[in-house]
């Protein structure tokens, strides 16, 4: 934050390490734009100098934090202000990235930190769940940054982890990117570890348990079984009610994840 072009702690470490710590650091600080995830490191002894690669915002960096903190104002006034529970701003705060932003990595700088979601509207995975932990820890939601892999093809992949009264959730808002007109889905909202699991590898330790809040547990279209989901549709049509009409579920046993 003071701008120094290189840290010194008292205590020996390997490179690893040190890439880990900058990596944390970063994923709890997502207003810390100007720094990359790279860093250098030199040892003496019991201390380590770690040195910090900044990207081209720390030339104007005043410049670019007035800029976020516009747009983090907008978006305030026009989807936040007046929300009073934590789960309302995080839905708040989700549909309004994932219905703007578009997955773009073609500016490296931009697209890995909050700046290219929250001032070009363009970002990737770590750039847009840093641009919401961001809006969330602003706006009084505790969020961090949680690293690992999509579990499909062994990519790296970011997302975010959010308090919502004692309970951590997980939250992927690039894996929900709006797809259309309308609100933006919400299937990778509010998981715990196990749902989450299906999709993504988690490189820490989890720490979500609860699912207490996903949007389907809540709707009550969550289901363990393809055959309690039939059962419940077919409720639903013969129900007081035939023109409603379920079509949105998270089965267990489909094993991918989707719903």
Request: proline share 3%.
């Amino acid at each position: 934050i003071a701008m120094d072009d290189s840290v010194v702690l008292k205590r020996a470490m390997d490179i690893d390490t040190c890439g880990s710590l900058v990596e944390s650091v970063l994923c709890d600080n997502p207003q810390i734009f100007w720094i990359d995830g790279g860093c250098t490191l030199t040892c003496g002894g019991n201390v380590s100098t770690v040195g910090l690669v900044k990207n081209r915002f720390a030339k104007d960096k005043e410049r670019a934090k007035e800029l976020i903190v516009k747009n983090a104002e907008e978006i305030y006034r026009k989807h936040v202000e007046g929300l009073g529970s934590a789960l309302d701003i995080e839905l708040a705060v989700h549909d309004a990235l994932a219905s703007r932003v578009a997955y773009d990595g073609t500016d490296k700088d931009g697209a890995h930190s909050i700046v290219g979601p929250l001032l070009s509207k363009k970002g990737v995975c770590d750039g847009i769940s840093k641009a919401n932990s961001f809006l969330l820890n602003a706006f009084g939601v505790e969020s961090s940054v949680m690293t690992g892999q999509d579990r499909k093809d062994g990519s790296g992949h970011a997302w975010s982890v959010v308090r919502l009264g004692r309970e951590w959730y997980h939250e992927d808002v690039t894996y929900d990117l709006g797809k259309g007109p309308g609100t933006p889905p919400r299937f990778y909202l509010n998981m715990d570890d196990a749902m989450i699991g299906r999709t993504h590898l988690q490189r820490a330790a989890g720490r979500c348990r609860s699912r207490r809040l996903n949007p389907y547990v809540m709707s009550g279209t969550y289901f363990r079984t393809e055959g309690e989901a039939a059962r419940s549709i077919v409720a639903a049509r013969t129900a007081a009610d035939p023109c409603r009409d379920v079509f949105d579920l998270y089965v267990e046993e489909d094993g991918d994840g989707d719903g």
